[in-house]
C-alpha cells in the first residue's frame, strides 16, 4: 500500500489542523494505520492509532483530548483532526501503516511495527 500524508501547514498556537493521508494499493481496511511525528534531533514519536474499522483508537498522553482520528475505508482516507495546537506540536507528521496479519492484538507505538509510510507533512505550531 502507497501513503500519502497531506495538510500540513502553520497555525497559531490554539488553532487547529487536518491531516489526511490516503492510500492506494491493497485494500485499505486490511491495515492499521497510526500518526507518528518527528522534530530534528528527536525520535518519530507515536501520536495515535486506529484500528482497521475505525472503531480502535489510541492517542498518546500529549494528544489525548486535542486530536481525534478517523478513517473513511470507502475513500481509503485516514484523517487527523488536530484542535487546541500548541508550539510542541510542531514537527513533520507522518502516516504509517501495517498489515492486520501481521499486527498482534495490542496497539504498536513502535516506527518499526509499521511497515509502509508517507513522505510526512510539516505542521508548525506559533506561540
Known amino acids: 500500500v502507497q501513503l500519502q500524508a497531506s495538510g500540513g501547514g502553520f497555525a497559531e498556537a490554539g488553532g487547529s489542523l487536518r491531516l489526511s493521508c490516503a492510500a492506494s494499493g491493497r485494500r485499505f481496511s486490511n491495515y492499521n494505520v497510526a500518526w507518528f511525528r518527528q522534530t530534528p534531533g528527536l525520535e518519530r514519536e507515536f501520536v495515535t492509532g486506529i484500528g482497521w474499522s475505525g472503531r480502535s483508537k489510541t492517542y498518546s498522553d500529549s494528544v489525548k483530548g486535542r486530536f481525534t482520528v478517523s478513517r473513511d475505508n470507502a475513500k481509503n482516507t485516514v484523517y487527523l483532526q488536530m484542535n487546541s495546537l500548541k508550539p510542541d506540536d510542531t514537527g513533520v507528521y507522518y502516516c504509517?501503516?501495517?498489515?492486520?496479519?501481521?499486527?498482534?492484538?495490542?496497539?504498536?507505538?513502535?516506527?518499526?511495527?509499521?511497515?509502509?509510510w508517507g513522505q510526512g507533512t510539516q505542521v508548525t505550531v506559533s506561540s
Open positions: 504509517a501503516a501495517a498489515p492486520l496479519e501481521s499486527y498482534g492484538s495490542n496497539w504498536q507505538r513502535e516506527p518499526n511495527a509499521y511497515d509502509f
